[in-house]
């Protein structure tokens, strides 16, 4: 697209936002957000599509160059995404056809469920998103939300503070059961008695009200700001039907598995409110690609879990997150995932995505059964097993980009910055200091080739040091080439450019004569 309109032609406003949908990016994406307001200004005023020129253009995406060169290099994560959705769509079906399994009943607001409903939404590391099936129906997280309100826990507390209060076992009995390890502690967060104990180590100075909000924004900025809401009536039932989990609770209290002065019913209480928060697959997806990401959640750039927290978080879901079905789906699926009485899994492949399946039939050992089936499918089609061989093992499908180090990478980036000359780069996450295997950095290449916007926005900007060292021994300002730029300056730069970058312009050239300069001094 960048080279189509820099060569002159125009683009139809539709054709873009079809190309854009094939590479996964929605046009809600909030980092497209600038991007798709100009956009729609512009179609706004022309009663109509629009026909865009470079001008135009350079004004609706300037900002988001990196991510759309990104998108239409077909760098992500997953470059071929249409291929790759195709298969989910069929894996989707296979598991549609999937009949059986009961809807839990225990409270009104889950048995309402028709079993025919099944939604899967992903959202991998780059923010590609992909829907099939009632993507949009809000559930709640119930159980899903253990490895969430963990991952929180230890992002605040840190592991060691969280493990002094909760083991890392699997406990090999129900997940509900009356039961503690040897040292008295509950077997692991995954399990109810673990979860009620972790719910009273989250903010536990602040009121009530507080706690609350306080997790509820956490799990906001995991899900990239969309839908997360809260339904007071499974709360409520929750709480009426919940002998059990009081029972727990007591259970605890008696064994002094809380911290000193927490009050058992308010965090028997507040882990009733974590099971009654909703998502829907949209939403939960990018919960899970927050996971996948490390803790970043890949729509805003929002760091929002630290690195341990989403480690741990994804060795216990491992390990404990599918009841007593969770070593049979670390053996056949080896990913971790988390599944709840609503019928969600919440599933993640580390570093390239989350996915949230939803369908309400329960299997026996209360996992959903279509989400169970798809799970199974989707790892049997791709090499996304935590054991998958990646180089030797043929039979299975790798959707995942090759190689990360493409040496043309950089010099494409600022022929694209020349272009546009998109000053506001620096907004994106990008290492401009990142080097080719020659070590040599953009401003290497830029400074060699005599583009000079690209050299003024890499120093000025973002701030790349002039002086780094290729394998050579070059510095940029060794590469530096005079005659091109003063040739470039001639041509355009008096006419085009605005006084403060001329100015800088002319000092960067003096910087070099200086270096020059030096450099003879040195010989
Ligand atoms: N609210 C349920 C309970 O605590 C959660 C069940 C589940 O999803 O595993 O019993």
């Known amino acids: ?17 079809t190309a854009l949908r094939k590479t996964g990016l929605l046009t809600s994406d909030p980092r497209l957000r600038d991007c798709v307001r100009q956009m729609r200004q512009y179609t706004r005023d022309t009663f109509g599509p629009v026909m865009m020129d470079k001008k135009l253009f350079k004004r609706c995406v300037g900002n988001n160059i990196l991510l759309l060169t990104k998108a239409f290099r077909k760098k992500f994560i997953i470059p071929d995404f249409q291929k790759f959705t195709h298969q989910i769509n069929r894996m989707y079906d296979s598991a549609q056809q999937q009949e059986g399994g009961q809807v839990a009943d225990y409270i009104p607001q889950l048995a309402k469920f028709s079993p025919d409903l099944w939604g899967v939404s992903l959202c991998t590391i780059d923010g590609q998103r992909h829907s099939a099936g009632d993507t949009k129906v809000p559930f709640c997280l119930q159980s899903c939300v253990k490895p969430l309100e963990y991952a929180i826990a230890v992002h605040e507390l840190g592991s060691e503070h969280v493990h002094n209060f909760v083991g890392k076992e699997p406990s090999g009995f129900k997940f509900n059961k009356l039961s ?12 109810n008695a673990g979860a009620i104990v972790i719910s009273s180590l989250i903010k536990p100075n602040s009121n009530k009200a507080e706690r609350f909000d306080y997790v509820m924004e956490f799990l906001k900025s995991m899900a990239g700001t969309e839908y997360v ?20 609770g007591y259970y605890l209290k008696e064994k002094k598995c809380f911290p000193d002065n927490a009050d058992m019913i308010a965090a028997l209480d ?33 760091r929002v879990l630290s690195a341990e927290a989403v480690r741990n978080t994804l060795s216990l879901m491992h390990s404990c997150g599918m009841y007593d079905f969770s070593g049979q789906f670390a053996f056949h699926v080896g990913l971790p995932a988390k599944s709840g009485v609503s019928g969600a ?8 995505m ?25 790892v049997s089609y791709f090499n996304f097993h935590n054991y998958d061989n990646l180089r030797h093992f043929t039979k299975k499908h790798d959707p995942r980009r090759q190689s990360d180090d493409d040496p043309f990478d950089l010099q494409y980036l600022f022929h694209v910055l020349n272009l546009l000359c998109a000053s506001r780069f620096a907004l994106s996450a990008v290492d ?13 290449i830029a400074a060699a080739e005599g583009q000079v916007e690209a050299v003024i926005f890499l120093t000025e900007v973002c701030k790349v040091n002039p002086y780094m060292k290729d394998r050579w021994g070059n510095t940029p300002l060794d590469d530096l080439r005079l005659d091109l730029l003063l040739s470039y300056c001639h041509c355009h730069l008096l006419a085009d450019v605005s006084v403060e970058v001329s100015t800088w312009f002319f000092k960067f050239i003096k910087t070099r004569i200086v270096h020059m300069s030096h450099t003879c001094e040195h010989i």
């Open 270 to 302: 507040f882990y009733f409110q974590l099971c009654s928060i909703e998502v829907t697959c949209e939403s939960g997806s990018v919960m899970a690609a927050t996971l996948a990401n490390g803790g970043i959640c890949p729509i805003t750039g929002e």
């Open 1 to 17: 697209y960048c080279y189509s309109i820099c060569e002159g032609r125009t683009l139809h406003t539709p054709k873009q936002k």
């Open 229 to 248: 809401g809260f339904s007071n009536a499974t709360f409520q039932s929750e709480r009426e039907t919940g002998d059990r989990n009081y029972a727990i």
């Open 180 to 191: 503690l390890n040897e040292e008295d502690k509950p077997h692991n967060p995954m399990v």
């Open 345 to 352: 899994v919440l599933l993640v492949v580390p570093n390239v």
């Open 354 to 378: 989350g996915m949230m399946c939803w369908s309400p039939p329960l299997d026996r050992l209360g996992n959903s059964v279509r989400g169970i089936h798809f799970c199974q499918d989707v």
């Open 432 to 444: 401009m200091e990142r080097t080719d295997y020659d070590s040599r950095t953009a401003l290497h």
